[in-house]
């Protein structure tokens, strides 16, 4: 897996899922990445895919955003507006804290993350917690 941190990629595999936690084993070295510092993560084999359906925002880039740990102050998509895109497979388009803008189609959602299929094939699952806008959109 590829993980997308604010600042740095790391590439391992999970080891241990925990509850605010990911155990993950990178170059021979045991990582303990706290999600709320996970941007989204995608499969290895799919990053030439998911890198095609990646824009940036660069203004948004510039302002350094990093991840906001308490809830209250996230940005917030109601679930029901997430579950009819889901339903009707309208594409929606992610914009990330870091300046990411990833658009697809969402495959599921929890109240922690949301699985989106991109256009050129990949997939990539992005954390709530890193989100700063959410829009319905066409490809």
């Keep these: 897996m590829v993980f997308e941190l604010y600042g740095k990629r790391i590439e391992g595999i ?77 594409p929606t388009c992610l914009t990330l804290r870091g300046g990411e803008m990833i658009t697809g189609v969402i495959s599921w959602f929890s109240q922690y993350e949301i699985k989106m299929l991109l256009a050129h094939g990949g997939s990539v699952v992005v954390f709530r917690h890193g989100l700063h806008n959410f829009e319905m959109s066409r490809w």
Excluded: P
């Design 14 to 90: 999970i080891n241990r899922r925990l509850t605010y936690t990911l155990v993950v084993l990178a170059d021979g070295d045991v990582h303990h990445l706290e999600k709320f510092n996970i941007k989204y993560m995608y499969k290895k084999d799919e990053m030439s895919h998911v890198i095609q359906d990646i824009e940036v925002d660069a203004g948004l880039k510039a302002q350094n955003l990093v991840s906001i740990v308490h809830k209250s102050e996230r940005f917030q998509v109601d679930d029901r507006v997430l579950a009819r895109c889901r339903r009707e497979k309208i």
